[in-house]
């Protein structure tokens, strides 16, 4: 009999620890999970991932000891609180982690580059496929983008299944023009260069009198860089030159387009210091790829994002480590899932759609899309675009480091790949947020922008004369002295930004020197 009530305490005894042990188990896979992600993503230092997993590992253990037993009522409330609220946390907390790291891994990705090539024909002709224009005479342009052309007629001719008849021009005007006096049936070019007809007197109304018929691509890798091959090295380096491109491509981010936004970004990880460079949109340079023809900056991007770092590089004397690049059109969807922005405008203006007053003002999507977009309502344009397009950005990260962005993180992690093109390797984004987490403090972010003075000239990618802007050199130098301070670890602010008369006096000695033999001296 004894014995009998023995054996039934000692069952009941065991089932008093079943509840604890059940939930013990489930946390210690929670936690084994959340550690084993931590590690994955690179992100924490090694101290500090040591430390957080004794930590998380004791409470999980404090919660088991707890839960030893229903008998002790008061203990095991306890213990399932702690347990439930330790499990909670590091399932949420893991699966930010995961959803972060895979996304940021996927934006860093080798990406090719699309450049939409398409077939135009006057708005009235008859012809509704390839098929249709099969004995069609092409007209193509003879020299310009020829590489893109080329290929994009091989995909038609496959297409046809047999060869096309071709008829040349030597400019992008002189092409609109043989399309709409009938000269040729059709023509075939890169879409990007509509957008350049539509900002073209007189030509502003060639989309409304054709139609586009067809379109292939024709795909290019984009440049990649050294350190994305070996995820493995996590070094960063103490200075990082980063060019930043927006567009508002029509075909959208991986498809190549006018870049309408050149930041070249110079951070010093050491220093804590990043300088922020605009060069405004119709800058007129050489392009890398134009034999010293000079060209409209935001014209580079037609031919890939590599020639417009390359661009940029002629231009600056430097090298870029890395290129980010932003679609505004989907930065739009960003906006409106951080819940809007706040900035400081501080000219008022207005658009076809909204009123920007001086002050605080803040912007829901579009209404930050047309903010950044315009620049027409400024007596110095593109240069006063440029520093409202900083605001956007610097506003948007100001805004996602707040406690706000968690509330609708899944979505903005879905805007950020609709919107964000990059080369910087995942393990150099890791080494970054680790060195925050180890050494703490903010960061100094200086703006400049180079300035210039209208004119008109005919540029490489079109065949009469435009608006450019031609670069004022007192400006350039004073960007490239500013990068170089950054780099060398000096703390600069913003009032170092402001040109001296030591400056011009220096860029006017330089002008009869290298720079007149870089092939920007003109």
Same mark, same amino acid.
């Given at each position: 009999?004894?014995?009998?009530?023995?054996?039934?305490?000692?069952?009941?005894?065991?089932?008093?620890?079943?509840?604890?042990?059940?939930?013990? &188990?489930?946390?210690?896979?929670?936690?084994?999970?959340?550690?084993?992600?931590?590690?994955?993503?690179?992100?924490?230092?090694?101290?500090?991932?040591?430390?957080?997993?004794?930590?998380?590992?004791?409470?999980?253990?404090?919660?088991?000891?707890?839960?030893?037993?229903? *008998?002790?009522?008061?203990?095991?409330?306890?213990?399932?609180?702690?347990?439930?609220?330790?499990? @909670? %946390?590091?399932?949420?907390?893991?699966?930010?982690?995961?959803?972060?790291?895979?996304? &940021?891994?996927?934006?860093?990705?080798?990406?090719?580059? $699309?450049?939409?090539?398409?077939?135009?024909?006057?708005?009235?002709?008859?012809?509704?496929?390839?098929?249709? *224009? @099969?004995?069609?005479?092409?007209?193509?342009?003879?020299?310009?983008?020829?590489?893109?052309?080329?290929?994009?007629?091989?995909?038609?001719?496959?297409?046809?299944?047999? *060869?096309?008849?071709?008829?040349?021009?030597?400019?992008?005007?002189?092409?609109?023009?043989?399309?709409? *006096? /009938?000269?040729?049936?059709?023509?075939?070019?890169?879409?990007?260069?509509?957008?350049?007809?539509?900002?073209?007197?007189?030509?502003?109304?060639?989309?409304?009198?054709? !139609?586009?018929?067809?379109?292939?691509? %024709?795909?290019?890798?984009?440049?990649?860089?050294?350190?994305?091959?070996?995820?493995?090295?996590?070094?960063?380096?103490?200075?990082?030159?980063?060019?930043?491109?927006?567009?508002?491509?029509?075909?959208?981010?991986?498809?190549?387009?006018? $870049?309408?936004?050149? #930041?070249?970004? =110079?951070?010093?990880?050491? =220093?804590?210091?990043?300088?922020?460079?605009?060069?405004?949109?119709?800058?007129?340079?050489?392009?890398?790829?134009?034999?010293?023809?000079?060209?409209?900056?935001?014209?580079? +991007? #037609?031919?890939?994002?590599?020639?417009?770092?390359?661009?940029?590089?002629?231009?600056?004397?430097?090298?870029?480590?890395?290129?980010?690049?932003?679609?505004?059109?989907?930065?739009? +969807?960003?906006?409106?899932?951080?819940?809007?922005?706040?900035?400081?405008?501080?000219?008022?203006? $207005?658009?076809?759609?909204?009123?920007?007053?001086?002050? %605080?003002?803040?912007?829901?999507?579009?209404?930050?899309?047309?903010? @950044?977009?315009? !620049?027409?309502?400024?007596?110095?344009?593109?240069?006063? !675009? /440029?520093?409202?397009?900083?605001?956007?950005?610097?506003?948007? #990260?100001?805004?996602?480091?707040?406690?706000?962005?968690?509330?609708?993180?899944?979505?903005?992690?879905?805007?950020?790949?609709?919107?964000?093109?990059?080369?910087?390797?995942?393990?150099?984004?890791?080494?970054?947020?680790?060195?925050?987490? =180890?050494?703490? /403090?903010?960061?100094?972010?200086?703006?400049?922008?180079?300035?210039?003075?209208?004119?008109?000239?005919?540029?490489?990618?079109?065949?009469?004369?435009?608006?450019?802007?031609?670069?004022?050199?007192?400006?350039?130098?004073?960007?490239?002295?500013?990068?170089?301070?950054?780099?060398?670890?000096?703390?600069? =602010?913003?009032?170092?930004?402001?040109?001296?008369?030591?400056?011009?006096?220096?860029? @006017?000695?330089?002008?009869?020197?290298?720079?007149?033999?870089?092939?920007?001296?003109?």
């Amino acid at each position: 009999m004894a014995g009998g009530i023995k054996g039934v305490h000692k069952m009941s005894k065991w089932k008093c620890r079943i509840p604890g042990l059940v939930i013990t &188990l489930v946390m210690a896979v929670v936690v084994a999970a959340f550690i084993t992600v931590l590690t994955w993503t690179q992100m924490v230092p090694t101290h500090l991932l040591i430390a957080g997993s004794i930590a998380v590992v004791m409470l999980a253990a404090a919660g088991a000891l707890l839960m030893r037993s229903t *008998a002790f009522k008061v203990q095991f409330v306890l213990g399932t609180l702690l347990s439930v609220v330790l499990t @909670a %946390v590091l399932v949420i907390s893991g699966y930010y982690l995961y959803a972060t790291t895979s996304t &940021l891994s996927r934006i860093s990705e080798t990406r090719t580059q $699309s450049t939409p090539v398409a077939v135009f024909v006057r708005a009235d002709d008859p012809a509704q496929s390839i098929q249709d *224009a @099969a004995a069609y005479t092409f007209g193509i342009l003879s020299a310009l983008d020829r590489t893109n052309t080329d290929a994009g007629l091989e995909q038609i001719e496959t297409a046809l299944g047999s *060869a096309v008849a071709t008829e040349e021009y030597t400019g992008l005007t002189q092409l609109a023009d043989g399309l709409l *006096a /009938g000269d040729c049936d059709a023509i075939v070019m890169n879409l990007a260069y509509i957008d350049v007809l539509a900002e073209t007197e007189g030509y502003t109304d060639f989309e409304s009198k054709i !139609r586009e018929l067809d379109m292939v691509h %024709v795909e290019t890798a984009t440049s990649v860089p050294e350190a994305i091959a070996n995820l493995g090295d996590v070094e960063i380096k103490d200075v990082y030159t980063i060019y930043i491109s927006g567009s508002d491509s029509r075909e959208g981010l991986y498809t190549v387009g006018r $870049s309408d936004v050149n #930041i070249i970004a =110079t951070i010093n990880t050491q =220093t804590r210091q990043v300088l922020l460079v605009t060069t405004p949109r119709d800058y007129y340079v050489p392009l890398s790829i134009s034999d010293g023809i000079p060209d409209k900056l935001t014209h580079a +991007g #037609i031919y890939g994002v590599d020639v417009s770092m390359e661009t940029l590089e002629m231009l600056y004397e430097t090298k870029f480590d890395y290129y980010f690049r932003l679609d505004f059109t989907g930065f739009k +969807g960003i906006v409106d899932a951080l819940g809007g922005i706040t900035l400081y405008n501080d000219i008022a203006f $207005s658009t076809s759609k909204y009123d920007y007053p001086v002050g %605080v003002n803040t912007l829901d999507g579009d209404e930050a899309l047309q903010f @950044a977009r315009e !620049r027409y309502a400024f007596i110095d344009g593109d240069i006063q !675009r /440029g520093k409202n397009q900083m605001k956007v950005i610097s506003a948007v #990260i100001e805004k996602a480091m707040s406690p706000d962005i968690l509330m609708n993180y899944t979505s903005i992690l879905e805007s950020l790949e609709d919107c964000f093109d990059m080369n910087v390797p995942y393990s150099d984004i890791a080494g970054l947020v680790r060195l925050q987490l =180890t050494e703490g /403090g903010s960061w100094n972010v200086v703006q400049y922008s180079v300035t210039g003075y209208g004119d008109t000239q005919v540029p490489y990618s079109m065949s009469i004369p435009v608006y450019v802007m031609q670069p004022d050199y007192d400006t350039v130098y004073k960007a490239q002295e500013l990068m170089d301070r950054v780099a060398n670890g000096e703390i600069i =602010t913003q009032a170092d930004t402001e040109i001296t008369e030591d400056d011009s006096d220096d860029a @006017a000695e330089d002008s009869y020197g290298e720079t007149t033999d870089s092939g920007y001296g003109y």
